[in-house]
């Protein structure tokens, strides 16, 4: 059985009952639990929950300095392409935006990744919109095998694919895949795919599993909060993290704590998460997944960020562009205007690459621009030590 086909038996409308009408007593109960159930972590995300914050900070701090000890990894996502045939209403690079595009070429991606490689990254996330004219599956091997001699982690953020599609991409040395599902709720997602592949909500959802038995030895997933009811969200997502823990018990899993940020479009988040929010999900996360590593993007402010750090945060990026060439202006002598799939407007730069980088669009606004060192030396003062690389593919040769 797949997890579609578990999540359709999971109580979520109980759950977010008990979420939303917790008691103070009920939460001390599952704090002094050994082992949660979704029942508990539900009451670890309730408004009484919230009114224990505190509490929920030591103990989520004390389990991941138990089970990670004082170490917080470092990535950073490389752009390959922001074209798209998708219409996701909430992405920069919906395919109906009037943004400027490019795809890189594998020298070209060599280049930004050799000047990531410079500021001490050692673990690489390759992120692509969905476009099969621009980022086939050779493409997406063709750069992975560039990449795999300098790079000893590799993963992806790209357009699902059948298990025999991913097997190529992990011959050809990736080894992890991240899969936001977006929303978990249904109708959410419906109104929010408009058009393109991407409206395929089943499909998306057993990405992990199709991954896993291809090969990936890392997951990641995560809703993007801010679309549906953060409390659902949150429930379904220990869900579905619950079954990939039984199911696909010989990879790593990582879960996301992603909120909407500004992007073309300009669409406005419908249920907007709170800091205080996403602090508490931080905790509750960690105390239902002890062993589960928690990831935070640049998207978060420096101030937010440095402050979750100690909490529960086990993987972190910094110094993130999110827009193809961002690092070093590659691509800048390929990029066009597009409207709706049309393109309406060549490069503005000619043969030559631009000193003060590309003007492709990126897929949001980032809240955090410290580069690599200030973010390290920050960890550092905060008492943890900053890991760039903790894999490499010899290990499993």
Request: charged content about 20%.
């Amino acid at each position: 059985m797949s997890f579609v086909a578990e999540f359709e038996r999971v109580p979520l409308a109980a759950l977010v009952e008990r979420a939303r009408h917790a008691d103070t007593a009920a939460v001390r109960r599952s704090l002094g639990q050994s082992s949660l159930s979704l029942v508990d972590f539900a009451q670890l995300i309730s408004s009484a929950a919230a009114e224990q914050l505190e509490m929920l900070c030591r103990r989520s701090a004390a389990l991941t300095r138990q089970r990670f000890g004082r170490v917080i990894r470092f990535f950073a996502p490389l752009y390959l392409s922001n074209e798209c045939i998708n219409n996701c209403r909430y992405c920069g690079f919906s395919r109906d935006n009037a943004i400027r595009r490019v795809t890189l070429s594998v020298e070209e991606v060599i280049r930004e990744a050799q000047a990531l490689r410079q500021q001490g990254f050692r673990n690489l996330l390759l992120v692509a919109g969905e476009h099969p004219k621009f980022v086939s599956n050779d493409y997406l091997a063709t750069c992975i095998r560039a990449l795999h001699p300098d790079w000893p982690s590799l993963s992806l953020e790209v357009a699902p694919m059948e298990t025999a599609e991913y097997r190529p991409l992990v011959a050809a040395g990736a080894e992890g895949l991240v899969v936001y599902q977006e929303t978990y709720d249904p109708e959410v997602y419906a109104a929010m795919h408009t058009a393109g592949p991407k409206r395929n909500f089943a499909w998306r959802l057993e990405s992990p599993e199709r991954a896993y038995a291809a090969g990936f030895r890392r997951l990641g997933i995560s809703p993007l909060y801010g679309l549906a009811d953060w409390q659902a969200e949150a429930i379904s997502v220990a869900a579905h993290a619950q079954y990939l823990l039984r199911h696909c018990w010989k990879a790593q899993l990582t879960v996301s704590t992603v909120r909407l940020r500004p992007c073309a479009g300009e669409f406005p988040p419908p249920r907007p998460m709170s800091d205080r929010e996403l602090v508490q999900l931080v905790c509750a996360l960690r105390i239902f997944l002890p062993d589960v590593g928690l990831v935070l993007s640049t998207r978060e402010t420096p101030k937010l960020r440095d402050g979750l750090i100690p909490l529960g945060i086990t993987l972190i990026s910094a110094g993130s562009h999110t827009e193809p060439g961002g690092y070093t202006g590659a691509g800048a002598a390929n990029t066009h205007l597009t409207r709706s799939g049309r393109i309406i407007e060549a490069s503005r730069h000619g043969a030559t690459t631009p000193a003060e980088g590309t003007d492709a669009t990126g897929q949001f606004v980032i809240a955090d621009d410290r580069s690599p060192a200030d973010v390290s030396e920050v960890v550092r003062r905060l008492g943890f030590e900053p890991v760039w690389k903790d894999w490499d593919t010899a290990l499993a040769g």
